[in-house]
């Protein structure tokens, strides 16, 4: 009599079983379908997000020096930078995320001009934590406009060259009025950075 109940209830399992195996295809083909999705970025885009996200860390770091040892309306700007460029990260991540890419790659330069780039900003970003006051606002703020201005044309670049992913396009234009901004608000300062921040 057990060895009958045992028969019973193994047959009754079998169909339940032979179900949960017919599940586990479908369960894979869902996660095939995540990483199709993640193949949708093309290596072009995957170098713009690493890029983005390499220039917001960049400017999170100068935006605290700004802080630490700029006059009080480079101060602010700073304070400013550090948050917008923040915000824009963790929305970048979030973008990247959706579309299947987990973490960003780190920006490598391809050419020799992008190294040398590279290299130069490495070298002003350390000369500028040397710096403080009113000699630390000049080095920084025109750091600031002409590394905007750079960015700012490089997005146009960026939008130009995915115009056949309306997402991508959509989030690149979303990113361009904050580095423009950023770049206007440091053009504004030069003029006179150590005026009142009232």
């Known amino acids: 009599m057990t060895l009958r109940a045992l028969a019973i209830i193994t047959a009754l399992a079998a169909p339940t079983l032979a179900s ?3 599940k586990t295809p479908s369960t894979d083909k869902a996660t095939d379908k995540t990483t199709d999705k993640a193949d949708k970025y093309s290596a072009d885009e995957v170098k713009i997000l690493a890029h983005l996200h390499h220039v917001n860390q960049m400017e999170i770091d100068v ?5 630490k040892s700029g006059t009080a309306r480079v101060k602010s700007y700073g304070d400013t930078l550090e948050k917008d460029h923040k915000s824009a990260d963790a929305d970048l991540t979030a973008f990247a995320k959706k579309r299947g890419l987990r973490t960003i790659p780190a920006d490598k330069p391809d050419t020799d ?3 040398q780039e590279q290299k130069d900003m490495n070298a002003q970003v350390a000369h500028l934590k040397t710096l403080k006051g009113a000699e630390f606002d000049k080095e920084f703020l025109t750091m600031m406009v002409t590394g905007h201005e750079k960015e700012v044309a490089r997005i146009d670049t960026a939008i130009n060259t995915t115009s056949s992913d309306q997402d991508f396009q959509t989030f ?3 990113v361009k009025p904050v580095l423009q901004r950023h ?4 053009r504004e300062l030069q003029k006179n950075p150590q005026a009142s921040a009232d």
């Not at 935006?63 to 802080?67: M, S």
């Not at 770049?183 to 440091?186: G, I, K, P, W, Y």
């Open 20 to 22: 949960a195996g017919d």
């Open 63 to 67: 935006g605290k020096a700004a802080q």
């Open 113 to 115: 001009a992008e190294k």
């Open 172 to 174: 690149l234009k979303s």
């Open 183 to 186: 770049e206007d608000e440091a």
